[in-house]
């Protein structure tokens, strides 16, 4: 190992070597990956002469493995050797947290139960028997085991090398005690300076002995620089997790690679240089040389051409002798060539003459042949049989005549008996016919026998059935005739041939004679010729001499005028090359160090880091740089970077840097890369070379080892978080040398060849991973996620191709061009430089094609040069056409990079680049077209815009719709692409809210301080200087009545402020100071106005109901692209799945559609319905995902393979789930994204309730029935929207939907349409739709008691002329209900509805105040989040104290608080007779028992905690929760269960433990008597003291204690007004109302005043009465909550008087509180 020790690296050694050295001794080594740790402690376990032990993680690595592993541990550290080990263990070998269960045994007693069976410790047992009786043990099992594990102790230590990142660490020290308590821990802290410095210095040493820096004061400056650069990371890293909230880790081992790096490119640079300086200088060298020649070149030149002159008049001489005989030797050639025509003219008569005879003659051969054949088939027995006949067949005898005739010369036919006698000789008649001559036959015995052969009979096979000699003959007589025939032709042409030939024959003869003569004169002529051409070799040779002088003359002028400009550049480049030499120490300081940090950073950060800090550092420490480098200038060349645009790579600046850094580092690149643009360009860069891969895939390891055995290019995609353990080998290039060549690599335990080559790639798709620094130190990792202004190019690009294909096709091809000359003329450069310098200046002048191939270059170099300005002339001009249509691009780019900051509000909301593209496209195709480009652009924008937003809008919860449209308007403001200007202090101040801190309120009258705190910091503001003084002084009580107002923004401020109703942002400002309440819908207001079509987007998709947004969706989806419904109460799309598929496939359950509910088992029927889908083209629905969060990766795969086959085109495939972060991101990024809930808003939730009923049934309704119907959708618009007010609105949340209101219409039609009834049964209708379709949902009864007040307003007579739509609003508010009319009147009348208000649901204004001021605050939470920026301000973060430094001080000042307070309760009761205890008495002992009960489990708590921060108690789960609720102001579990309920934070919550203690220590004083007026809100069960008055009650009157019920009678008197305890009761106060005040004077209910949104009540007298049924119209039922949260802390109803309705305060949501928090 090559390590340098410095003091902190000896001390870690000395540390770990005394502890390892000890018996028992385990080190715990803590430090994040790559500080030392390993190498340290394997240089410790050698000097301690521990042998090293280790386990080999691999994919089937498990519990068993590990078990067979610590058994050769023990039996190693034991039997054989048993001498010491050292068993290294790393948190990243920890592959399942089961392998701690061993661990903690081994430390702990070293005894791990079923290590060993029975057996196994019998047979190790008996090894050591003999050494455990050596040492005293006694010999026994028990004895031997004693040594056995004893031995093992002393032996064997532990050393565990864990990273502090993340909860693991602390999980597992909490799980696993002996890893804290049987370990020394040993922390490895960041290393210091003079630690970085030091190593630096040790390694760059080899520098100074190679010659690469000048002296050692370089080294130290380089080193320095460098420890500068690795700390200034740590507080980049800081700053980038705190503003982009992305992490990122820097550890020793990425130092100790810059140091690798940068001593390897500064070599690999100065050798460049180098060996670039020592061709330029060879090829000026040789360019003087050329010169110097010239000269001489010229003087011989002279010389040669005299000689030339001289052998030119010689050969003249010659020519002339050699031309007269020439001319004689022609004539004599002539004549020989005139009889050579004559006798070659006979010749080739004769030939032809020839030719025609044996042509003709050819003809006659096959019938002389076939006579004679038919010659020799006659034999002397055929002859004798034919002569044998007595009366022959009288064809025979014509046969035999006609032979005859031939033979004979007959002149008549031969009778039979003359035949007889001709053939009476067989034999010498067979010699007649065979000696037979055809030639000559006379022509009357030729007419004869065609007299006789043209006979029918006369043929071979005819005549062979009478006799064959007869049809042997006949054959024989037939060929001999046809023979003739064509001879008697041939024969004067026989005679001819032979003439010619005899005369041919005579003139050859005579031409030999001739031909002689010529000869002879030729040969003469030859012997001239040959003289003649010496002659003229010699001139030639004497030309050729002068004509290469002249040539080379020629060639050393072109070569020295040619390369004229490259010699004064050449000159040039080499003293800049020699300057260089030196400027590269800094040159590629600043290189390697980008290289090694830059990476995972974004633009600014790097911009930060390199151009500021690193290079301001290079050049104050005097280290030598080039002035204004650019360290991408250092690592790629021009055209290095235009051959990566021209294989996909964008053109943007963070890409270019991120590619070099890839083709860089030394590292394996780790490409941060959703957009997937990084892995797009590795693709094609590299080609079928690479071979791709995923951890999802089977058999993945296999392929690593193959691609690395092979030295293949290995990419592996969608890496996650977490790379596999058995890859951390390959990851840490932990490469083992065998031999001179051979490498090899141990993975899983098993060795395999390692080929250099092999280059591995890896691609996360995760927006924004946390890698563990022990893989940020094996890795480069490249945040390679696409930047704003790329993307735009890209989208300009995109957008250019539809609208213009062939102005971006030109571009692109232009591009390419230009990228191609660039390389071109790098290329041509260095050839040129390089024939030139490998040139022999000896005979550089002799080699043409080297001058003619650098003229070439040279001519090339210079028509690219000329193309290059006519492309850039030319790219001007179509780079001003696109640019008509960068203002498009500049919307999609803001757009994307606006909606993928939607994840870190939820992750849901995830979406890819090619999924915006899709719909970026589809935005283009429907823009309307105009022939007017500008126009065209506008209309671009503005559908570009809105298709983008409602694909995303459509898929955001209601409450994050608002937070869209802010974000879109926000950008587009800073853009100025508003009519507003841009002030960011203004934002700002919008954004944060900062405030004033320890300012003094002059107006807490009427306005709350953190308000005026607010309105101190707006006035820091330059435009509102004047606001806090003109509020104070000049108009406090306008203002007043302003801040009063039910809806501030549409009210003029006071004063000159009204001008800020000309500038709403401006007014928005004072809202958020004022009234955050109204924030919220003052900034829907001002975006409706602001926004272009602002309405249409705060209201997209309002008036369509969830089937239409389905379908229209629908429309959008493919095979690849799923529809994906997120989740929320009550919603359930699948039933608008199948009425939308019923409409469009004749949808089929089972047949064509699959509805799957994912579940436990149901995953293999998912990936069945799937496949079936896949191939069939049907569509599967795959309901509750997120229940299966695993199988949900393998569905994500089970889609890829979809993608890559192709799925039939039919194919669709819906998904639901909950909001889960379980659910991978590649699923989420593909699919388009729909949630069902109810819109927010009254109006919006009228409009999607009307939308539910189409226009066409609804117009065929009754009157009666389109009144209710609209009521209907009214009461459900309020059932809806009433939720946002939390528990005022309802106790619980519940899930009503569309459903319900469709149930109840179609419930309404089947009830009214087919009746015949005049009166409309209200009643029934009330409780068909109160108490089933609504009711069925609801479980509390006062929000059934809400609902049914809510029907029993509208649905009444009334309704069908003209009702207030508005209940109980009292003339503050009005909206008349409708009359019958059409469908359009209906959506008229929707559209007139007033402003929104709490009036609508008959609540009070207030009522509103607090879920808006929530919704205030947690929007523009979420916007500062998104948006960013700085901070207000406040205080130095600096001073501010750790969380566990708050915890510890919060744990001191309650213990000091409760510590000794107990209640004595026993002796309290035992000091009570039994008669004295009364309901009350019991009522206080048992609270004081709740107390102390509270109390203890505090002060257990709290000590267990203290002993904790002291380090004196191992912390536990319990106790860290617990320090993480008393930092961040929350109760602790147990004491939310043990104590009161309360909603208060935990400070104000100490107070109300001090008071309720105080009221139990004020009545144990005295038991006996119970408080004047008990404050029921300071009790932990109130109901138990309302149950005692009940009791006494029942003791007193003898009544039954289940037919009583407390009553309430609200006194006009304040508590210390009460004399006395009631007799007939208990004064009781602590009670606050809710939504209505109680008016003291009226002695009644009544609206609350603005702003007030509790009030306090008097006294009140509570005392039991019988239950009665009488309803008391002036009476309102109040239910009585303990806290303002309401259910579950019910606790009794109380009765107030009202002269309203009590219908009124019903729907009002009034209640009464008994701890409000204040």
């Not at 050295?21 to 385990?26: R, Y």
């Not at 429907?926 to 126009?935: K, P, V």
């Not at 719709?961 to 853009?975: G, N």
């Amino acid at each position: 190992m090559n390590l340098v020790l410095f003091d902190d690296a000896i001390n870690h050694v000395c540390r770990i070597s005394r502890i390892t050295d000890n018996p028992c001794g385990h080190a715990l080594l803590v430090g994040v990956g790559g500080s030392g740790k390993q190498s340290l402690a394997r240089l410790a376990s050698f000097i301690n002469t521990l042998d090293l032990l280790q386990i080999l993680v691999n994919q089937s690595y498990g519990m068993d493995a590990l078990k067979l592993d610590l058994q050769e541990f023990y039996k190693k550290a034991v039997i054989k050797p048993g001498t010491g080990q050292a068993f290294l263990m790393t948190d990243g070998q920890i592959a399942n947290e089961k392998f701690l269960v061993y661990i903690n045994d081994m430390l702990s007693s070293g005894v791990i139960p079923d290590l060993f069976s029975r057996e196994e410790y019998d047979g190790l047992l008996g090894g050591v028997r003999n050494a455990a009786k050596a040492s005293g043990y006694a010999d026994d099992r028990d004895g031997h085991f004693a040594f056995f594990i004893d031995k093992f102790r002393r032996n064997l230590h532990y050393i565990l090398c864990h990273s502090p990142v993340g909860d693991d660490f602390r999980i597992r020290g909490r799980k696993f005690p002996a890893l804290i308590s049987c370990t020394v821990v040993d922390e490895f802290m960041a290393w210091p300076r003079d630690a970085l410095d030091g190593v630096a210095r040790r390694f760059l040493i080899d520098l100074v002995t190679g010659g690469n820096f000048q002296d050692e004061d370089t080294l130290g400056v380089v080193a320095a620089n460098m420890a500068e650069v690795h700390l200034s990371i740590e507080g980049a890293n800081k700053r980038y997790l705190e503003l982009e909230r992305r992490n990122n880790y820097c550890t020793p081992k990425s130092f100790l690679e810059l140091i690798s790096f940068y001593m390897k490119m500064l070599t690999s640079k100065q050798a460049d240089v180098l060996q670039n300086c020592e061709r330029l200088e060879k090829g000026l060298a040789i360019m003087e040389q050329v010169q110097s020649k010239v000269e001489g070149l010229k003087e011989d030149l002279k010389i040669t051409m005299v000689q030339v002159e001289e052998k030119k008049a010689a050969t003249a001489v010659l020519i002339e002798q050699v031309t007269k005989a020439s001319a004689v030797a022609a004539e004599e050639k002539a004549a020989a060539d005139i009889e050579a025509e004559k006798t070659n003219k006979l010749a080739s008569d004769a030939a032809a003459l020839q030719k025609e005879a044996d042509g003709e003659l050819s003809e006659a051969m096959p019938a002389m042949e076939a006579a004679a054949e038919a010659v020799n088939c006659l034999d002397k027995m055929s002859i004798g049989e034919l002569k044998g006949f007595g009366k022959p067949p009288p064809e025979c005898v014509d046969v035999c005549a006609c032979a005859a005739f031939l033979l004979k010369n007959e002149k008549k036919r031969m009778e039979w008996k003359a035949a007889q006698k001709m053939m009476a000789n067989p034999a010498a008649f067979i010699d007649e016919v065979k000696a037979f001559n055809a030639n000559e036959i006379p022509e009357n015995t030729l007419k004869e026998c065609d007299a006789l052969i043209a006979l029918p009979f006369f043929n071979y096979d005819t005549m062979k059935s009478k006799s064959t000699a007869a049809a042997n003959l006949a054959n024989w007589a037939i060929n001999c005739v046809k023979y003739h025939k064509i001879y008697v032709k041939v024969a004067p042409l026989m005679a001819k041939v032979e003439e010619a030939t005899r005369t041919k024959n005579e003139a050859e003869a005579s031409l030999a004679i001739v031909l002689a003569k010529v000869a002879a004169i030729e040969e003469e002529c030859a012997k001239l010729d040959k003289k003649l051409n010496g002659a003229v070799a010699e001139k030639e040779r004497v030309e050729a001499q002068a004509a290469s002088c002249l040539e080379k003359l020629g060639l050393a002028e072109r070569l020295v005028n040619g390369l004229a400009d490259e010699y004064k550049r050449w000159t040039k480049t080499v003293a800049e090359l020699k300057d260089l030499t030196q400027k590269l120490i800094g040159n590629s300081l600043l290189a390697s160090a980008f290289v090694g940090y830059i990476s995972p950073f974004s633009m600014t950060f790097r911009l930060g880091l390199w151009k500021e800090q690193w290079t301001a550092d290079i050049k104050e420490r005097g280290i030598p740089i080039t002035d204004g480098i650019d360290p991408l200038k250092v690592l790629a060349t021009d055209a290095d970077m235009a051959g990566w645009q021209n294989e996909g790579l964008p053109s943007d600046r963070i890409s270019l840097e991120n590619a070099a850094v890839v083709t860089s580092c030394s590292r394996w690149p780790l490409m941060i890369d959703p957009q997937l643009q990084g892995v797009k360009w590795i693709k094609q860069r590299l080609g079928e070379d690479l071979t791709i891969l995923q951890f999802t895939m089977n058999n993945w390891l296999k392929k690593v080892i193959a691609c690395i055995q092979m030295g293949n290019q290995l990419l592996i995609e969608a890496v996650g978080q977490e790379i596999d353990a058995i890859l951390e080998p390959v990851l840490s290039r932990a490469v083992i040398k065998r031999g001179r060549t051979a490498m090899i690599i141990k993975i899983g335990g098993e060795e395999i060849d390692y080929d250099p080559k092999f280059q591995l790639y890896m691609q996360c798709k995760l927006p924004n991973p946390h890698y563990r620094p022990e893989i940020a130190a094996q890795c480069t990792i490249i945040n390679f996620i696409v930047t704003p202004e790329g993307l735009e190019d890209q989208i300009l690009a995109m957008v250019v191709n539809v609208e213009k294909p062939e102005l971006e096709q030109k571009k692109q091809e232009l591009v390419r061009q230009q990228n191609d000359f660039m390389v071109t003329l790098s290329q041509l450069e260095a050839a040129l430089l390089s024939q030139l310098s490998e040139a022999d200046p000896a005979t550089i002048l002799d080699n043409i094609p080297l001058i003619e191939g650098l003229e070439k270059t040279k001519a090339t170099s210079k028509e690219i040069g000329e193309q290059v300005k006519a492309a850039q002339i030319t790219e001007v001009e179509i780079n001003t056409s696109r640019e008509l249509y960068r203002p498009v691009a500049a919307e999609g780019s803001m757009l994307f990079f606006l909606i993928i900051q939607l994840c870190f509000i939820e992750h849901m909301y995830q979406y890819s680049l090619d999924s915006f593209v899709n719909f970026l496209y589809k935005a283009i195709d429907r823009t309307e077209t105009t022939e007017d480009l500008e126009e065209r652009t506008k209309r671009l924008i503005v559908m570009i815009r809105m298709t983008i937003f409602r694909w995303v809008n459509r898929g955001l919860f209601e409450r994050h719709k608002l937070i869209l449209c802010a974000l879109l308007t926000f950008k587009l403001l800073q853009k100025g692409a508003l009519s507003e200007e841009f002030n960011p202090a203004h934002f700002n101040f919008l954004l944060r809210a900062p405030m004033a801190v320890g300012a003094e309120n002059p107006l807490a009258e009427w306005l709350p301080s953190k308000n005026w705190n607010l309105v101190l910091k707006l006035s820091d503001l330059e435009e509102f200087d004047n606001f806090s003084s003109n509020m104070e002084k000049d108009a406090p009580t306008r203002f007043k009545e302003w801040f009063n107002e039910v809806a501030p923004e549409d009210v003029k401020l006071p004063l000159d402020w009204k001008r800020l109703d000309s500038q709403p942002f401006q007014k928005l400002l004072v809202l958020r100071a004022l009234r955050p309440d109204r924030c919220c819908s003052a900034m829907a207001d001002w975006i409706r106005v602001a926004l272009p079509n602002g309405r249409d987007y705060m209201d997209c998709d309002g008036s369509l109901s969830f089937a239409a947004i389905l379908e229209n969706s629908f429309e959008d989806s493919t095979t690849t692209t799923p529809i994906f419904f997120i989740l929320s109460p009550g919603a359930d799309p699948v039933k608008e799945v199948e009425a939308m598929g019923r409409r469009l496939i004749q949808l089929q359950l089972g047949t064509n559609y699959w509805n799957v509910a994912m579940g436990q088992g149901q995953d293999v029927i998912a990936m069945a319905k799937l496949d079936i889908g896949h191939r069939e083209g049907h569509w599967v629905m795959l309901q509750n995902i997120h229940l299966m969060p695993g199988w949900c990766k393998e569905l994500e795969k089970k889609l890829d393979v979809f993608a890559a086959e192709n799925s039939h085109v039919n194919f669709r495939l819906f998904l639901s789930a909950d909001p889960s972060k379980g659910i991978p991101i590649g699923i989420l990024e593909r699919s388009i994204k729909l949630t069902n809930e109810p819109p927010q808003g009254m109006l919006a939730n009228l409009r999607r309730s009307f939308a539910l009923f189409s226009k066409e049934d609804f117009e065929d309704r009754d009157a009666k029935v389109k009144s209710i119907l609209f009521a209907m959708c009214h009461f459900h618009a309020l059932m809806l929207e009433r939720k946002k007010f939390g528990p005022m609105g309802y106790n619980m949340m519940y899930p009503f939907s569309a459903g319900d209101l469709r149930d109840s219409a179609q419930v309404l039609y089947n009830y009214l349409e087919g009746s015949s009834a005049v009166k409309i049964p209200w009643d029934d209708l009330r409780y068909l739709f109160g108490d089933i379709m609504y009711g069925g949902h609801i479980v509390d009864d006062w929000d059934r008691r809400m609902s049914q007040k809510y029907l029993l307003y509208f649905l009444r007579d009334e309704l069908l002329d003209e009702i207030d739509m508005i209940p109980y609003a009292e003339g503050k508010l009005s909206w008349p209900s409708p009359q019958p009319a059409g469908h359009d009147k209906y959506l008229e009348h929707i559209e007139s509805m007033p402003a929104e208000s709490p009036l609508f649901f008959g609540m009070h204004p207030n009522a509103e105040i607090n879920f808006r001021t929530t919704q205030c605050n947690q929007v523009f939470e979420m916007l500062t989040s998104l948006v960013g920026g700085g901070g207000g301000g406040e205080g130095d973060e600096g001073d501010a104290m750790s969380p566990m430094a708050l915890a510890q001080m919060v744990c001191d000042d309650i213990l000091e608080e409760v510590g000794e307070k107990k209640f004595p309760t026993d002796d309290v009761g035992r000091g009570m007779s039994d008669e004295e205890k009364g309901p009350y008495q019991f009522v206080f002992l048992q609270e004081c028992e709740y107390m102390n009960g509270l109390l203890y489990e505090m002060v257990k708590g709290l000590s267990e905690l203290r002993l904790g921060f002291k380090g004196e108690l191992t912390m536990s789960e319990v106790m860290e929760d617990m320090a993480k609720c008393l930092y961040s102001e929350r109760l602790p579990v147990w004491w939310v269960k043990l104590g009161f309920a309360s909603t208060r934070p935990l400070r104000s919550w100490r107070i109300s433990l001090q008071e309720r203690y105080q009221q139990l220590d004020d009545w144990i004083n005295d038991p006996l008597n119970i408080p004047k007026v008990v404050d029921i809100s300071k009790l932990f069960n109130p109901q138990s003291f309302l149950t005692a008055i009940k009791q006494l009650c029942c003791q007193n009157q003898g009544l039954e204690l289940d037919r009583l019920q407390v009553f309430t009678e609200v006194t006009k008197k304040e508590p210390k007004q009460v004399d006395g305890v009631s007799k007939d009761g208990a004064f009781v106060c602590g009670m606050y109302l809710e939504g209505a005040r109680w008016d003291m004077a009226q002695n009644s209910l009544e609206d609350s005043k603005p702003k007030e949104m509790f009030t306090a009540m008097p006294v009140v007298l509570c005392k039991a009465g019988m239950v009665s049924d009488k309803v008391d119209k002036n009476s309102f039922v109040c239910p009585v909550y303990c806290v303002p949260t309401r259910r579950p802390y019910f606790v009794f109803p109380a009765q107030l008087r009202t002269k309203a309705p009590p219908e009124k305060w019903v729907l009002a949501g009034v209640a009464m509180i008994l701890d409000v928090g204040l």
